[in-house]
């Protein structure tokens, strides 16, 4: 138990606001400071073949699939589509290549890097 001797995390109230250090373990603090809505923890396999599992904590966000080029890829339907966490997203009828999934929930965003190999 106990932190890592690399670990350092900080709170200092200043006048512009909280600031933080943050290098180890869970992101608790530090998301909870933000505001940050969701988390994605991992998504796996990644290269993938068929699907994607992606695994993270919070309610619905907004997934987008683009390709190297910045094209949408995904059925416009799903969109429109809140994912709940954690999800499965189908990747079988994509080429392979270099994609980017982007999570959005409130104007917060996060994006990832995945491979789709067949």
């Known amino acids: 138990p106990g932190f890592e001797p690399d670990c350092i995390a900080s709170i200092d109230d200043s006048a512009s606001g909280f600031t ?3 290098q180890c373990g869970e992101h608790l603090l530090q998301d909870a400071m933000l505001g940050v809505p969701f988390t994605i923890e991992s ?9 994607l599992r992606v695994k993270g ?4 966000v907004k997934v987008e699939l683009d ?5 949408s890829v995904l059925p416009a339907a799903n969109s ?3 994912y709940p966490l954690p999800f499965t997203l189908n990747v079988s009828g994509l080429p392979s290549g270099t994609y ?3 999570f959005s929930q409130n104007g917060y965003v996060q994006t990832r890097q995945v491979s789709i190999e067949h």
């Open 67 to 71: 390709d190297a080029l910045g094209r």
């Open 80 to 82: 429109f589509t809140l």
């Open 57 to 60: 904590r919070g309610q619905g």
């Open 43 to 51: 998504i796996i396999p990644n290269p993938a073949t068929a699907t």
């Open 20 to 22: 933080y250090l943050y």
């Open 100 to 102: 980017f999934l982007r």
